[in-house]
């Protein structure tokens, strides 16, 4: 695809498919790199205007200043994503002559960016820390004040983790259009290219003992807000934590065992009592079938939750756990890299406990 193309597939991306506080975000780096200006008289700049919607004024500056791409480009990195999936993944080693067949994100930095023949192709992006990449899609989305369907751009991530060893693949759709399984059919393909262009053997980075760990260990860190279990005889249930943090049911068991302790010690018959609750609550935790479990993390003694993550367990019976990333307004990259940190971190821990 052509520049001209590529533009006009980025201003109905910014127009028509993304949240306000994206496109802010995208003229807030405009403005901090000396691109463009309010102010009327500042001639050596885009001047935008606050009348025109924040889609608009990143179309503007995308018309006007080819350096706009190269900031927007870098901002697919630097956002937040809706999911994250999670892979081990021992090595990763660029191939240099497969790494031409994808775009270095500098190379939108150039004047004229003419080395730059395919303007779908992957990204490319390195440095101490991690390798990534990323993939961009051209979708056909219906607008509905339009009542017609434009094409858009749909960006992914891939992100390898140097010193986790850990690939993680960033989106923002589960279904588009009815089909539920859009992302495995948008990232498998990319999993496979990424396979033969290095060679790389992703595994199973599964998290159900990591988040039972981090619950029962992290208590001042995390905290859990909901569950979603599968029980017994195909029974299910979904159980919200409440003001005081105890998980309803269990909790409450656990709670009054606590608070009786005398009571359930009395004599041999309430200590069989106590027992039997135990028992139940002990297999019941162990044996349930978690399906999701929603957590929320704090830090440095903060009174809200930074964080909030519902984490889907072998969703859809696939062999990888789905991280679902709730508010994205206030999300990052910087924070969606704290979380895959921390399940690394305590998954250290458990192996060393082990």
């Not at 759709?173 to 539920?180: E, H, T």
């Not at 262009?197 to 760990?213: G, H, M, P």
């Not at 569950?227 to 309803?248: C, E, F, H, R, T």
């Amino acid at each position: 695809m052509d520049k001209q193309n590529y533009k006009e597939l980025l201003k109905n991306t910014f127009k028509y498919d993304s949240a306000n506080y994206n496109s802010q975000k995208i003229i807030n780096k405009l403005k901090m790199n000396d691109i463009v200006t309010y102010k009327k008289n500042d001639s050596d700049k885009i001047v935008i205007s606050t009348e025109d919607s924040v889609g608009k004024r990143v179309s503007n500056c995308i018309d006007a200043n080819d350096n706009s791409l190269f900031q927007i480009e870098k901002y697919n990195i630097e956002k937040a994503y809706r999911y994250s999936i999670y892979f081990s993944c021992n090595e990763f080693e660029i191939n240099n002559e497969k790494i031409n067949n994808y775009i270095k994100i500098e190379d939108f930095n150039s004047k004229d960016n003419s080395n730059i023949d395919d303007y779908l192709k992957p990204r490319y992006f390195e440095d101490e820390n991690k390798i990534v990449f990323i993939f961009v899609k051209n979708i056909n989305k219906y607008v509905e004040n339009l009542d017609k369907s434009v094409n858009i751009l749909y960006p992914t991530l891939w992100i390898y983790h140097k010193k986790m060893k850990i690939l993680e693949h960033r989106f923002n759709l589960i279904g588009f259009k009815s089909n539920d399984d859009f992302y495995k059919t948008t990232f498998m393909p990319q999993l496979d290219r990424l396979n033969n262009d290095f060679k790389i053997i992703v595994k199973e980075f599964r998290t159900s003992k990591i988040i039972k760990y981090i619950i029962e260990n992290k208590k001042d860190e995390v905290h859990e807000i909901s569950q979603y279990m599968g029980l017994k005889g195909d029974s299910s249930a979904k159980l919200k934590v409440g003001k005081n943090l105890i998980m309803p049911f269990i909790g409450d068991i656990e709670m009054i065992l606590e608070e009786n302790v005398d009571l359930f010690n009395k004599n041999n018959e309430t200590k069989k009592i106590r027992d039997i609750l135990n028992n139940y609550i002990v297999n019941t935790k162990e044996n349930a079938n978690y399906k999701s479990r929603l957590l929320s993390w704090y830090r440095n003694g903060e009174k809200e939750a930074f964080l909030n993550v519902n984490v889907m367990f072998s969703y859809k019976d696939n062999k990888y756990d789905v991280l679902n990333f709730l508010q994205p307004k206030k999300n990052d990259m910087e924070m969606m890299d704290y979380a895959i940190k921390y399940l690394w971190g305590a998954a250290k821990s458990i192996n060393t406990t082990n």
